[in-house]
RNA sequence: CCGGGUGUGGCGAAGUUUGGUAUCGCGCUUGAAUGGGGUUCAAGAGGCCGCUAGUUCGAAUCUAGUCACUCGGACCA
């Protein structure tokens, strides 16, 4: 009875996968809904996850030479225009600001929806010399476009992210930047949100509005579907033509410079949930979670609980480990519960009996495996716990992945596999859009992107049989 | 934007077919006992039934309009 009662509050998975997300969202209180379609609440538990997300890319980006700056949100419809593929690519889904108080606005405003062309006015302004190469930019910030429907975390109107805008004087330059930095958010959810994933490059149809190319970094759900969870942008010297950005060489010659651009959103929260949530609801990373492990006091009233319990914390927090007690006047069942809800990797239960014999109870959120432990030991045991879960849940997800990953050498073939299994499914193409097309038509699937592992699947197409130029995964996207 | 569904205390629902002045569960408040998987008992507070107009002696219930949310589809660097 206890039991069922505690899994009523969250839809299982495996009734409703789209269900069992928002309520995993909602109850874990990662987020609410706001007044405005598509415009969502990060409460602080949700908000918490991304300020560590933020912390570590941050530190990442600063490491390889980049500086943080902030541009504003508006930008006048003159600017956006400039470059033709871009502003075709946005123009659907952009805001606009249309009066200023009382006023009309002689010239509309736009909410920015990314933010190349306000980079590029200003790099024209601060781009003279072959010495003001490179800059290395980022900017941490919210962004708005006007999407038909929206999700939690995976799609909103207003999301936050962050956006690096490079530019370099050789186009080798350039390139590297652009994959180093694809590899730095490969690193990271590998890493630190325990997310496998696959780097490769987006086909001319998939690929960013106004880049020459765009690398990302796809990732498999629970479900099986795909989330793209970062790309990485190469614009070569487009924009900069655009916008008349040059600068004098070192041979005096006038030079167009070479440019990236790179974000990551918090859609990935939304990736942490679908990849390691269960039943019980949320399961984080330990290295991203808010909190890592959680206190509970049983019988917080009976004599010296409450203080060693405190004491236990402290200590644990002197470990350099992010730890709540919960001291809240709710049963010990209810705060299981909720922290599990919650998603929180370790709980420690303490109570009278334990303290007798000088021991706890440990408890991991991922395999809710259970043991007895020795007060003098946590110092060390959960450090290495907190590492096990980590490990333990990147484990799991690569094994999704790998076993929901198939080859087929043909359209009919992929269709089926994805239809009676979902997954990633890889095959040979040609590289024609219409093979992409016909893919999307008749199997609901498209291109997630080429490997950069490329892997010898057989000669032709398996859309069009023609011959095959890259081996390319397909498969159903959020 | 196209089609389906839903709007009733904070949340989830019943009541709508056949009009008669709103019911239940959870949560909330107070008190007591409990505490190792959502603990129990008692006493309370809280709603002009999405909004507007109409029909009627009388509307949560019927009619028209409107708004919002939601599920599919289309769209979505």
């Avoid at 302004?125 to 476009?145: A, G, T």
């Avoid at 690398?215 to 070569?236: P, V």
Wanted: aromatic fraction near 10%; charged fraction near 30%.
């Amino acid at each position: 009875m206890a039991k069922d009662k505690k899994v009523e509050q969250i839809t299982d998975m495996e009734t409703d996968f789209a269900q069992w997300y928002t309520d995993v969202c909602k109850k874990a209180e990662l987020i609410d809904y706001s007044g405005v379609k598509g415009m969502f609440i990060y409460r602080p538990y949700g908000y918490a996850i991304w300020e560590n997300i933020q912390r570590i890319l941050d530190a990442m980006f600063k490491e390889k030479g980049h500086e943080n700056l902030y541009m504003p949100m508006l930008i006048p419809e003159s600017l956006l225009q400039k470059e033709k593929d871009h502003v075709e690519g946005f123009a659907p889904e952009c805001a606009w600001v249309t009066v200023g108080g009382q006023d009309k606005l002689e010239e509309r405003l736009c909410i920015r929806p990314t933010s190349e062309t306000l980079f590029c006015e200003h790099f024209r302004y601060i781009i003279h010399s072959w010495r003001d190469l490179p800059k290395l930019y980022n900017q941490w910030c919210s962004v708005l476009r006007w999407e038909k429907t929206s999700r939690p975390f995976l799609r909103h109107r207003e999301f936050l992210w962050q956006e690096g805008h490079t530019m370099h004087a050789s186009q080798e330059e350039a390139m590297r930047e652009t994959e180093q930095q694809l590899d730095v958010y490969a690193d990271f959810c590998e890493n630190y949100l325990a997310m496998p994933v696959v780097r490769g490059q987006k086909t001319d149809k998939e690929k960013f509005s106004g880049a020459e190319r765009t690398y990302a970094i796809e990732c498999m759900m629970h479900d099986r579907k795909a989330l793209q969870a970062g790309t990485s942008h190469y614009f070569g010297d487009g924009f900069s033509r655009a916008f008349d950005i040059h600068y004098t060489d070192k041979n005096n010659q006038q030079s167009f410079p070479f440019q990236t651009s790179w974000g990551l959103s918090t859609r990935l929260i939304g990736g942490i949930i679908m990849t390691h949530g269960d039943n019980n609801g949320l399961v984080l990373p330990p290295r991203v979670a808010p909190t890592q492990l959680v206190v509970i006091p049983v019988a917080m009233h009976k004599e010296g609980v409450l203080d060693a319990a405190r004491a236990v914390a402290n200590r644990l927090k002197d470990a350099g480990i992010r730890v709540k007690i919960d001291e809240s006047e709710q049963s010990p069942g209810w705060k299981f519960a909720e922290h599990e809800m919650k998603g929180v990797p370790l709980r420690l239960e303490l109570g009278p009996k334990d303290i007798e014999q000088a021991q706890c109870v440990l408890v991991r959120r991922d395999s809710g495996e259970k043991r007895f432990v020795a007060l003098d030991e946590l110092e060390t045991l959960v450090p290495q716990l907190l590492e096990a879960v980590q490990q333990g849940l990147f484990d799991k997800a690569k094994k999704n992945l790998t076993d929901n990953t198939f080859p087929a050498q043909s359209l009919e073939e992929a269709k089926r596999l994805q239809e009676e299994n979902g997954g990633f499914i890889k095959t040979m193409w040609c590289g024609e859009e219409a093979c992409e097309l016909r893919m999307k038509e008749e199997a609901g699937m498209s291109s997630r992107c080429m490997p950069f592992a490329q892997e010898h699947l057989g000669e032709h197409c398996a859309i069009c049989g023609k011959p095959a130029k890259k081996m390319i995964y397909w498969g159903v996207a959020y």
